[in-house]
């Protein structure tokens, strides 16, 4: 049957990390459909990840965190090795789109979250913003770029490459409350034999919830994702940053007034103040001002300049 | 309280970015004080007003170039001004860049005609020494407040580690500009015409300026602490740099202006000189004080 995929409605992956082998089809399935180069290989000597982070070449990520202890145990539990296909989030509270100064990303009618290449200007504030490190910044294009949940697809009623590419299903792509359901059987499933399982933005409580979310063997911090206590967004510092600069601002004006404020005399005169640098070094009549200007150099009104030509 | 944990990556925001936010506090400090001494100050003090206006435009025609230039597209730095965004300081920094340019650029022209150079701009400087103008030169220093703070909150908008863990970078960095600003007065009155009672005032007034942004630093530094961030700002040598801005803010509190108070006699002269030397070597500390602390901010979440 046919993929049918509708806007309005929300999408996006359920990746279930107990079935992932760390085979990266996924990760070549995203650059072979979207373009994307990849970076220069490297030597990361990181267990089996020669791909390092999500980057503006890499919107699959498949890490590897290796928990295997020094003495041989019975059952592993699904945490002596783990995979897991990293990708943006989608986040429903987006910290990206937070702070991006030209509306460059936008949520789509697959409720996705995108980066518009002809907006973006390259100031790199979604980078500075996004928590997951998902988006990268391209010297060649001058724009910050991240996966885009194969939005052109999407139009076309195909499935994204990565979920299409999975051999195991890891990657499962569909409407969010299908994914949801899936992932909550699915964790029923395996929560008897790995008692650390959890779901990880299923719920609200990581950014409102993300439309590509996470069967983990662990807790996220095992995989370099923040817990709900720590999935805060960039705004909570505007209310105590514009604050304290408003009250510092108050301060340091005040200060300035009581150093600076000083009674104006009410009539200009050409010696009004004692100058101990005038004394020192004359510099004659100019150095408090010639009489026409009121003795600072200013000019009143009424006065005019001596003019050189007629 | 658990401590934060960052995932995010550093945005590279180095060089260009750093200038940005060094001149975007002179700008503002400079329009500031120009307005305190212009406002309230006494006649004697209106020519350092002046060359405190003359001072904030260049700084602040230099702010959207450096912008500008750190852009992956240059061509489309309009676009941050055909969309607001109140959640985002950037967004919000740069309308206000541009409305603080006008106020910068007027006040430019006004202080131009004052010292005689401009004659065309008789009937607005005419307008500008009523009350209207007040209101201009008022409203004009609440935006260079604004340009000279909103940097750090724009910083601490963010998920970066030791940005994000702070609400105090906002006052931080205005307050500093504030003291940037009138450290480069003083450089400038002291080496123009201007009374030393005029240059002996902002010294007094950087130091109160010290004074707070020390405060500001150890909350700052206190919070970051508290967030288990502190390893990485203090990292790589940046500790060096902490302690460069920290000590380029006792100069100016611990500092006494006594010129003034000598007015007579052969020592006042030579008084007078190590006076002016004094102020013209805090000036100089306090400016890199200034530009410290902005590159130990920027650079330590970063690098």
Same mark, same amino acid.
């Given at each position: ?9 929300? +999408? ?18 995203? *650059? ?30 498949? *890490? ?66 996004? #928590? ?74 990581? +950014? ?14 095992? +995989?370099?994702? #923040? ?6 967004? #960039? ?6 940053? +514009? ?62 300049? #001596?003019?050189?030509?007629? | 309280? &658990? ?6 990556? &550093? &945005? ?57 230039? $750190?852009?992956?597209? &240059? ?28 106020? /910068?650029?007027?006040?430019?022209? $006004?202080?131009?005609? $004052?010292?005689?150079?401009? $004659? ?26 604004? %340009? ?32 940037? /600003? ?21 010294? =007094? ?5 010290? =004074? ?5 630093? %150890? ?26 801005? %920290?000590?380029? =803010?006792?100069? !100016?509190?611990?500092?006494? !202006? ?26 100089? %500390? ?18």
């Amino acid at each position: 049957m046919a993929l049918q995929i509708s806007p309005g409605e929300k +999408y996006g992956f359920f990746t279930d990390t107990s079935v992932c082998i760390g085979c990266k089809a996924c990760e070549v399935a995203c *650059k072979e459909w979207n373009g994307l180069q990849g970076n220069q290989p490297a030597f990361l000597a990181d267990s089996f990840d020669n791909t390092g982070q999500l980057d503006a070449e890499n919107w699959r990520h498949v *890490k590897f965190i290796e928990q295997v202890p020094d003495a041989s145990t019975a059952v592993g539990n699904g945490q002596a090795w783990l995979m897991m296909s990293d990708v943006c989030k989608h986040c429903q509270h987006a910290s990206c789109m937070q702070v991006c100064p030209t509306g460059a990303i936008i949520r789509t009618e697959f409720d996705t979250v995108f980066i518009q290449q002809d907006v973006c200007n390259g100031c790199r504030n979604c980078i500075s913003a996004c #928590p997951y490190s998902v988006i990268g910044f391209s010297s060649q294009t001058g724009t910050a770029h991240k996966c885009t949940l194969c939005y052109d697809r999407l139009q076309s009623s195909m499935m994204p490459a990565c979920a299409k590419a999975c051999p195991t299903q890891s990657i499962q792509f569909g409407k969010l409350s299908d994914l949801q359901a899936a992932a909550d059987a699915r964790l029923t499933a395996v929560k008897a034999s790995a008692p650390k399982a959890q779901l990880y933005g299923r719920g609200g409580d990581v +950014y409102g919830g993300l439309n590509a979310f996470f069967l983990l063997m662990d807790k996220p911090e095992t +995989y370099g994702l #923040p817990n709900a206590a720590n999935a805060v967004l #960039p705004d909570r510092n505007n209310f105590g940053g +514009y604050l304290g600069a408003l009250v510092t601002g108050v301060l340091a004006v005040l200060a300035g007034l009581i150093a600076i404020r000083r009674r104006r005399e009410p009539e200009p005169h050409p010696i009004h103040e004692t100058s101990v640098v005038a004394e020192a070094e004359p510099v004659g009549p100019t150095a408090t001002g010639p009489a026409h200007n009121g003795g600072d150099g200013r000019r009143r009104r009424g006065s005019r300049r #001596p003019r050189t030509r007629s | 309280m &658990p401590l934060v944990e960052h995932f995010a990556r &550093p &945005p590279s925001w180095l060089l260009w970015i750093l200038l940005y936010f060094f001149f975007a506090g002179l700008g503002g400090g400079a329009f500031v004080l120009g307005t305190l001494l212009r406002l309230w100050g006494a006649r004697a003090d209106q020519r350092l007003a002046r060359t405190a206006f003359l001072v904030a435009l260049p700084c602040v025609l230099l702010c959207p170039v450096f912008l500008t230039v $750190d852009l992956g597209q &240059p061509l489309r730095f309009w676009h941050m001004l055909a969309f607001f965004a109140a959640a985002s300081p950037m967004s919000v920094g740069a309308f206000a860049l541009l409305l603080f340019g006008v106020f /910068a650029f007027v006040a430019f022209l $006004d202080a131009l005609h $004052d010292t005689g150079r401009l $004659d065309p701009f008789k009937p607005f400087a005419e307008l500008l020494a009523g009350p209207l103008g007040a209101v201009f030169y008022v409203v004009g220093a609440i935006f260079g407040l604004f %340009i000279a703070g909103y940097t750090g909150v724009l910083l601490s908008v963010s998920n970066q580690p030791v940005w994000s863990d702070s609400w105090a970078l906002g006052g931080l960095f205005l307050v500093s500009g504030m003291s940037g /600003a009138a450290a480069l007065l003083v450089l400038l009155g002291v080496r123009g015409r201007t009374t030393t009672e005029t240059v002996e005032r902002l010294e =007094l007034a950087d130091g109160w300026f010290a =004074l707070i942004e020390l405060i500001l630093l %150890i909350v700052f530094l206190t919070t970051v602490a508290v967030a288990g961030s502190l390893g990485q700002a203090f990292g790589r040598g940046w500790v060096l740099l902490w302690a460069l801005a %920290i000590l380029s =803010l006792l100069f !100016p509190i611990l500092a006494s !202006p006594t010129a003034g108070r000598v007015t007579t006699g052969t020592s006042a002269a030579m008084l007078a000189r190590v006076a002016r030397e004094n102020a013209i070597a805090t000036a100089g %500390i306090v400016l890199l004080g200034v530009l410290a602390l902005r590159i130990a901010v920027l650079f330590s979440a970063q690098l």
